[in-house]
DNA sequence: CCAAAAGTGTTGACTTTACACCCATGC
DNA sequence: GCATGGGTGTAAAGTCAACACTTTTGG
């Protein structure tokens, strides 16, 4: 049984919702292969603790992002993905709040840059796939997890979950509908404040309970 | 930025249903480390063409077993998983049908066998760990997807069909409501065909219909 | 008083759950 | 005719989908 070198790299599609438009950071290859596309941030596996170590290590040395929700999402290794050696990838899953975002590129990259999901440009290696995979899995995941406040601040209006799962879903949902289903789940814990931008009526905040949210059955509650 | 020598194997949960019990192949080893303790068939990612067809290729080589159902589970890659050395290990489920049982056990084990998912032998490695991943990714995914379907022959009872629910589910389901629900779903094709197995009334045998099965929603339908 | 976004209820269709007996067969 | 597993219907509760107007605020 042969064993050919095999290297092991990480690559993650950090989302984020920004005004209404799902989005996701890229960063531009300074080099061969693929010179000048844009690609996912991604590295090798080194002496982390944990494959999810190394997604974060290489998204924060990549992008400057950190702190963030990651979860793993498919792991590619099919002969010919990369032109020079015969490169495993685990992919992963970032969900960014609008806070997090002080986007900077590394000296590997020629710039870091956020993209919408629904207007990508072309990608280096297979990572049109991999993003394809991600959109697909935050979809579903949106419907039966708590992974709409990952991509939300501490305190935010119905308004704003609402624009998450529009953005996600990619489709408008019936807001009276909606705000009925959250309020009656009981994850949503009413604050004692309200927004104030602008000339019309203020928007209650809310914060998000983990408690209420571990008693819910673990099967899609938040469809619409 | 250092890269240490970096291994990636390949281990399988594979599953079936047996006599009511959801039941999966274990390899013992012949080998240190966790010599003689019981592990899920795994090896070396090799010159495959991709790293599923590597697991099916191990799979085959240490159990007999071959052309299943695979699909993806999850990687595992932290430090310490193996004590010799880091080794990064991408998970499959495979789901098999009665039919394709004739278990053998390959030169490097000293034995192959079934055992129940509820009753299992300490296992060497993170093998426990993988186990209830796959455990619970089947749970799930029998709900919405037609898992079920590899798990039988092509000719089944409904009686059969809800052995592997309540198997998987590990709990019983209402009979009425869940044939109710399967023929209504059409994806049943009904056969001319009756099982013949004792002095009781025969069943009715049916057959899948992954068509109509592709024109349901992708989200649960077969949930009990 | 106007513009803008926040917030609110009802109805009909459908789905889910709980539950117990008759049917067909071989011996 | 009996033992065994196969097969069937209904009603009440809950959930989902569709739909339009009133409220609050600042200027």
Excluded: C
């Excluded at 440009?121 to 997890?145: C, G, M, N, T």
């Excluded at 789940?185 to 949210?213: N, W």
């Amino acid at each position: 049984m042969a064993i050919e070198p095999i290297k092991v790299t990480v690559d993650t599609v950090a989302l984020a919702v920004q005004e209404g438009q799902l989005e996701i950071v890229l960063v531009k290859r300074k080099r061969e292969p693929f010179k000048n596309l844009w690609a996912l941030p991604g590295g090798f596996l080194s002496d982390d603790d944990s494959i999810e170590d190394a997604a974060a290590r290489v998204l924060f040395e990549e992008t400057n992002v950190g702190g963030v929700y990651l979860e793993q999402l498919y792991t590619f290794g099919d002969r010919g993905r990369d032109p020079r050696a015969r490169v495993v990838t685990a992919s992963y899953l970032a969900l960014l709040r609008q806070d997090d975002l002080e986007l900077r590129a590394s000296a590997d990259a020629s710039g870091v840059a956020w993209w919408p999901v629904l207007a990508l440009p072309q990608l280096a290696f297979d990572h049109k796939r991999i993003v394809e995979y991600a959109h697909q899995r935050i979809k579903y995941k949106i419907e039966y997890s708590a992974a709409a406040f990952n991509l939300l601040p501490d305190k935010f209006t119905l308004r704003d979950l609402q624009s998450v799962y529009e953005a996600v879903l990619g489709r408008p949902v019936d807001n009276r509908n909606f705000r009925k289903k959250f309020l009656k789940s009981g994850v949503l814990r009413e604050l004692d404040e309200t927004t104030q931008q602008g000339s019309f009526r203020p928007a209650r905040l809310y914060g998000f309970s983990q408690e209420e949210f571990d008693q819910l059955p673990d099967r899609p509650v938040f469809s619409f």
